[in-house]
């Protein structure tokens, strides 16, 4: 074997130190042939030299994790914001959904109201009994049935109907029935758009309710790395002031107790 620009870097150096995952070791495995040990020279390295390699490698990690951590608090910052921004959003929009299905029941509740009133007005009731019990039957469906948007447009339609018939059926020139009239169709005519409206959100909270979970499980999983990363500095940054501090006291490498952390970690 040329003996020339040859290295053996020893498989041990020193014992019973670990380093942040930077295990050192205290005895000495010499090669394993009498050739070996006549032909080829051996460098190893000193104190000095290896406490410069382990203050470059705290010095490294702890470089990487800063780095790492300011971009994970301005992430986490950033998804706060835009996880609250949602769960406003789908508090608001669950609000509108109670609130537009109340107003639609009070809605035909008045209609049924103003309905009776119209039927009072009327001196041959038998004329039109069928036609109103049969409006009544529609406004019963319409506030405790589970209607899809088209059957419910489909009963308000007929209740306009029969209104219609009711008019045609009993003429009369009187204005507080025409105005008792016209206040059932415009009411209709809400909770018609009332119903609309319900429709396009129906499916919004639902969609909202996922991006806030994802939202939230994002943060949690950066939050929980930026622990990690804060456990991990504080570690590079004590193990890095012990052995500046061995190098200023002089101690020789295996006088030093270490700092263990685990092998296999940063």
């Known amino acids: 074997m040329n003996s020339t620009g040859i290295v053996f870097f020893w498989k041990r150096i020193y014992s019973g ?14 090669p394993d042939t009498e050739t070996e040990v006549t032909n080829t020279p051996v460098t190893l390295l000193d104190d000095s030299e290896l406490l410069s390699i382990v203050i470059e490698k ?22 706060r914001f835009e ?5 406003k959003e789908l508090e608001a929009l669950e609000t509108r959904l109670v609130v537009l299905k109340e107003k639609r029941h009070q809605l ?12 009072e007005t009327i001196s041959d009731k038998e004329k039109i009994q069928h036609l ?10 319409l506030q405790n ?14 209740i306009r109907s029969l209104l219609k018939e009711i008019i ?32 396009e959100m129906l499916n919004a909270p639902d969609e909202h309710r996922k991006e806030s979970i994802a939202l939230k499980q994002e943060v949690e ?11 991990r500095t504080g570690l590079h940054k004590e193990a890095l002031g012990y052995w500046e501090n061995v190098g200023h006291e002089g101690a020789t490498m295996i006088d030093g107790s270490g700092i263990s952390e685990g092998e296999g970690q940063q």
Do not use: C
Request: aromatic fraction near 8%; glycine fraction near 8%; proline fraction near 1%.
């Open 58 to 79: 705290h010095n490294r990690f702890m470089g990487e994790y800063s780095s790492e951590l300011k971009d994970l608090e301005e992430k986490i910052g950033s998804g």
């Open 132 to 141: 109103g019990s049969e409006i009544g039957n529609i406004e019963n469906k």
């Open 108 to 119: 035909y509740f008045q209609a049924g109201k103003l309905r009776l009133k119209l039927l």
């Open 17 to 30: 130190i670990t380093i942040s995952g930077f295990k050192l070791y205290g005895e000495t495995t010499l």
């Open 221 to 231: 999983d950066q939050e929980a790395r930026l622990a990690w990363l804060k456990r």
């Open 83 to 87: 996880y609250n921004r949602v769960s």
């Open 168 to 199: 045609e059926t009993v003429p009369d020139n009187d204005m507080v029935r025409q105005a008792t009239v016209s206040s059932i169709l415009d009411i209709l005519e809400t909770a018609k758009a009332a119903r609309s409206e319900l429709d």
């Open 145 to 158: 049935a589970n209607l899809s948007s088209s059957e419910e447009y489909g009963y308000i339609d007929s």
